[in-house]
């Protein structure tokens, strides 16, 4: 069983960024491919980027793909996602999840998902 913390969401106007982290407890996150999602109201929950088990490859979705960037430190089994150049748009739940299938942006693979942290960007 893996547990999934998210922090560091927050208030931030358009053109800041943000990095939001996403610590890992209950299981090692080796072997995990790791994805960011989010879920803006009325909308459905969407994959931005996806990182593998080593760290060296990513996958991002072609609306962030210039302004987010994943990382991940499996010593401290934690992912963080850094956004710059945030826009209105980008306003909404982020979470974190966890999968053994790689580089999937398809949210039913995913075994286990933080409980979110909103991220709200005033224009």
């Known amino acids: 069983q893996v547990q999934l913390i998210e922090s560091g969401g927050g208030l931030v106007q358009a053109g800041g960024s943000l990095r939001l982290s996403c610590a890992a407890s209950g299981r090692t996150l080796d072997n995990y491919f790791m994805g960011w999602f989010r879920q803006a109201p009325g909308k459905e929950r969407e994959c931005v980027g996806v990182?593998?088990?080593?760290?060296?490859?990513?996958r991002n979705a072609d609306a962030v793909k210039d302004r987010f960037t994943i990382s991940r430190d499996n010593v401290k089994s934690t992912v963080y996602l850094q956004m710059n150049s945030l826009k209105p748009e980008d306003t909404a739940v982020y979470y974190c999840?966890?999968?053994?299938?790689?580089?999937?942006?398809?949210?039913?693979?995913?075994?286990?998902w933080g409980q979110g942290t909103q991220v709200t960007v005033s224009s």
């Open positions: 999840a966890a999968t053994r299938v790689p580089y999937r942006l398809g949210a039913s693979v995913y075994d286990y």
């Open positions: 990182i593998g088990w080593s760290g060296g490859r990513t």
